[in-house]
């Protein structure tokens, strides 16, 4: 099942992820999704993927619409994840904190999803802000939320979108050093004229 216009206003292609175990959390109540640059649907923001630990393997989990020409190493790519806390059990900063990975590498430590979002039932999200390393991957993307230690609650994720960097001839590329202006690219936006990030593909992490 695909999720798009019009409960996405831009009309991505938000593709369905099918829990293999009972770890999903699903409220009614309605998400604030103002303020979250990327825009995403409600319904994405309503549903929680719940796990200590949540692996997310775009390759194995999407195989479907996740190939080989979907993402290559010889191609520069960046990844924003979607939360909301929509437990209404979570009502505190510190009861839900998570480490953040894609690829192996840090994305956001510690993320207090209650606290970064001012409450529950607030739209969140994170995006990284250098490009993430497929070659070792064998051009994949590994998607990884773990709870810490102290943590009250479970991980949780609500969705994950992937754009690519292009050129301003919409060209695909990779910048040669951080100085191209690449490091300090955001969703949809550049500090520079030369590079632009697109949405390549979109992912709803719901049962």
């Known amino acids: 099942m695909v ?11 938000w593709w369905r992820y099918v829990s293999k175990r009972n770890d999903v959390n699903v409220t009614t109540q309605n998400v604030n999704v103002n303020g979250i640059p990327d825009y995403p649907p ?12 949540i692996t997310i393997n775009l390759a194995e989990d999407f195989r ?11 191609h520069m790519y960046f990844v924003v994840l979607f939360f909301a806390e929509i437990d209404p059990r979570v009502n505190a900063p510190g009861q839900r904190v998570v480490d953040l990975t894609v690829n192996g590498g840090v994305f956001v430590e510690a993320a207090d999803i209650y606290a970064d979002a001012s409450g529950t039932y607030n739209g969140l999200e994170y995006y990284t802000n250098t490009s993430i390393p497929l070659g070792p991957y064998s051009d994949n993307i590994i998607i ?15 969705g994950a979108e992937v754009l690519q960097l292009f050129d301003h001839s919409m060209n695909a590329t990779t910048p040669t050093s951080s100085s191209d202006g690449m490091y300090n690219c955001s969703p949809h936006t550049h500090t520079r004229t030369h590079y632009v990030l697109r949405h390549i593909t979109s992912y709803c992490l719901f049962d």
């Open 144 to 158: 990884e939320a773990t709870a810490k230690t102290n943590s009250s609650y479970p991980a949780a994720i609500a």
């Open 64 to 74: 479907n619409v996740f190939t080989t020409s979907t993402v290559t190493g010889s």
């Open 42 to 53: 409600m319904a994405v923001l309503q549903t929680n993927l719940i796990a200590d630990n």
């Open 3 to 13: 999720c798009r216009y019009p409960n996405d206003s831009i009309d991505r292609f």
